[in-house]
């Protein structure tokens, strides 16, 4: 049973350029979330996509955007990238729609340059 | 503002003895807590949770208490061991107010010494 899986693990970009993480929720699993973790901090909550759509979006700017496909996979794109966006963005998913536990991928070390 | 309090960054304990993590939190309509775990180059794990409506759960050697009035839970690892050094994450769901999403602590580093 494959766990939830996240590409790429690794990247770079520089200032300005534009980001596409993808995440491919555990079997069974039909609710992605999206999470931010810079260093020294807590997971911080981006967006939770359900049905293909955005179902709750916590504070983070409208550069930050998402997509849920038919096979509940999902991705994360991030527009006009700044040095702060540096961070692990990790991809959980849950089953019915609502967060409980979640289960979490190994995330996508993003650095910024 | 921090809903979510884990005031201690690191705690170092010596193997065999009780591993104390503890989380404390604003927002009283919290529902639901849980406690992750984290190793490096991994995404967190899920650890055990607890209700609102409960004050004790109980996985094998973690134990997990919240003390509603206080706004605090604690996590217990008794007896640690060395292979129970990670990052831990508490966490809080805001049912209500956030359709689910899960509010994360800063993370306490745990080193189990053998």
């Known amino acids: 049973d494959a766990g939830v899986t996240q590409s790429p693990t690794h990247l770079i970009k520089t200032r300005g350029q534009q980001v596409t993480l993808r995440c491919s929720p555990k079997?069974?699993?039909?609710?992605v979330s999206w999470y931010q973790q810079a260093l020294g901090q807590g997971p911080q909550f981006i967006f939770q996509?359900?049905?293909?759509?955005?179902?709750q979006r916590g504070n983070f700017p409208d550069r930050f955007s998402g997509h849920q496909f038919p096979n509940y996979s999902s991705e994360l794109n991030v527009n006009a990238l700044l040095l702060g966006d540096s961070a692990l963005y990790l991809c959980?998913?849950?089953?019915?729609?609502?967060?409980?536990?979640?289960?979490f991928g190994e995330g996508s070390r993003l650095t910024v340059l | 503002d921090q809903q979510v309090k884990q005031n201690s960054p690191s705690l170092s304990v010596q193997e065999g003895r009780i591993s104390i993590l503890n989380c404390d939190y604003t927002?009283?309509?919290?529902?639901?807590f849980l406690w992750y775990k984290k190793y490096p180059a991994e995404g967190p794990t899920f650890l055990i949770s607890?209700?609102?409506?409960?004050d004790k759960n109980e996985d094998g050697r973690f134990t997990v208490f919240l003390n509603k009035s206080a706004k605090h839970l604690s996590l217990h690892i008794v007896p640690s061991q060395p292979g129970d050094s990670a990052v831990y994450f508490c966490?809080?769901?805001?049912?209500?107010?956030?359709?689910?999403?899960?509010?994360f602590g800063k993370g306490t580093k745990l080193s189990v010494k053998p």
């Open positions: 079997s069974g699993h039909d609710t």
């Open positions: 966490a809080a769901r805001d049912f209500e107010g956030s359709q689910g999403n899960l509010i």
């Open positions: 927002n009283s309509m919290f529902d639901y």
């Open positions: 996509y359900y049905e293909e759509e955005e179902r």
């Open positions: 959980a998913s849950s089953p019915g729609g609502a967060a409980g536990e979640l289960f």
């Open positions: 607890i209700s609102s409506i409960k």
